[in-house]
């Protein structure tokens, strides 16, 4: 029997349903006369070959960079590791520092190639934010000061929305003839984001946070010759990431990057106002919450809220239960009791970012998907107080 459960997705930072558009232009590639592999010489390659070509063009068109420069992925994660293990082993091999600076408030898929590179025998050197989740101008001249082989930060935090000014830290690392990559993941379609005017060297996306499936992303290489190869196979893409490519999801991700950029303007004021209506009557309705990152500048689409009093574990199980998709901080980084390490990076105490939930909208969410949270979360929270209380927490 399916469930009668009304239900509100609101979970749209961790993955976003495809967008039709997107799944209209990658169906003729999964049909049988649209298979074709990049790679061979026949005309179903060759069909396959432009796809990917076209592709290409609407990124780099969308992004600010060259067709050339786009590296197609499994994801941000890839796209990340890409960018600092392969940058890192290229400034190696070229003799420049094998190390690299990394902000605080970084994602796993960024944080944990650092780390890598740390057991590969280089450097890996985090930096610290501010309460705003800005990267210390001061440490981070400190550690290009001591040579790096690149700098990672992302541009819109994933589990606060806080916006990272990336054009800024551009500008120092120009100064200091030093790469700088950032995980665009969160950015695109949701703030003004292209390397047009920016000194950036890399760059990562998902396919999945804007309209695309899950299993396709990208990494925007400015120059090949600044990173290695981390993926070895058969040479597919300049020699950067061997493997037959994934034609279905690089077209999709090919629209649903153009289609994003066109409309992100129109968007991100969709999600503004929803987030700020529901932030608004979440105060109203229970005391003392606190929103997370609102002093700082946010992107429209994240919310992470701090509600007294509940665990955000428990909440967000019973949320579920209430047909309400929510996140406890990052659904990259789940099953521990921890305070997330991005709210304690930027001065969040223990107790209160271990009571923060994260709610996140996207195009198909609607003002009735935030009213029917508003409506329940109130006896939710009395409910999880009430089992705290009992178990004596």
């Known amino acids: 029997m399916e469930s009668t459960t009304k239900t509100a997705y609101l979970d749209n930072a961790a993955t976003t349903p495809v967008r039709p558009e997107v799944l209209?232009?990658?169906?003729?590639?999964l049909a049988p006369e649209g298979v074709g592999n990049p790679s061979s010489a026949h005309r179903f390659g060759r069909e396959a070959k432009q796809a990917v070509a076209t592709a290409r063009e609407q990124i780099a068109l969308a992004l600010g960079a060259e067709p050339n420069q786009v590296i197609f992925t499994a994801g941000g994660t890839e796209a990340d590791n890409l960018a600092v293990v392969g940058g890192a082993l290229a400034a190696r091999d070229a003799g420049r520092p094998f190390a690299v600076a990394v902000s605080a408030v970084e994602h796993p898929g960024v944080l944990e190639a650092a780390y890598a590179v740390e057991r590969m025998g280089g450097k890996a050197i985090v930096l610290p934010?501010?309460?705003?989740?800005?990267?210390?101008r001061d440490a981070l001249r400190h550690a290009l000061q001591q040579g790096l082989a690149l700098v990672s930060a992302m541009w819109v935090n994933n589990e606060v929305g806080l916006i990272q000014d990336i054009a800024a830290l551009a500008d120092i690392c120009l100064e200091y003839a030093t790469p700088l990559h950032t995980d665009a993941v969160q950015a695109v379609g949701k703030i003004p984001c292209t390397m047009q005017d920016i000194p950036l060297h890399f760059l990562a996306i998902a396919g999945h946070k804007i309209g695309a499936p899950q299993g396709i992303g990208a990494a925007i290489v400015?120059?090949?010759q600044a990173v290695h190869c981390i993926t070895h196979g058969g040479g597919q893409q300049f020699g950067l990431r061997s493997g037959t490519e994934n034609v279905p999801g690089i077209v999709a991700l090919g629209v649903a990057v153009e289609l994003s950029v066109q409309h992100q303007q129109h968007d991100a004021a969709q999600y503004g106002a929803l987030r700020d209506f529901f932030e608004t009557k979440l105060?109203?309705?229970?005391?003392n919450v606190e929103v997370i990152g609102a002093r700082g500048p946010r992107a429209p689409h994240i919310s992470n809220v701090a509600i007294p009093g509940i665990d955000s574990e428990a909440m967000v199980m019973h949320l579920d239960l209430a047909g309400i998709a929510c996140s406890a901080g990052s659904a990259c980084h789940t099953g521990t009791v921890e305070p997330s390490r991005v709210l304690t990076a930027i001065g969040i105490p223990h107790d209160l970012a271990t009571r923060s939930l994260r709610f996140s909208v996207y195009k198909q969410t609607t003002q009735t998907d935030v009213q029917h949270a508003l409506d329940v979360i109130p006896g939710i929270v009395n409910k999880?107080?009430?089992l705290a209380t009992t178990l004596g927490r």
């Open 24 to 29: 209209d232009a990658m169906l003729p590639y």
């Open 129 to 136: 934010v501010d309460e705003s989740g800005q990267v210390e």
């Open 222 to 224: 400015k120059d090949r």
């Open 283 to 287: 105060r109203e309705i229970i005391p």
């Open 384 to 386: 999880v107080r009430g």
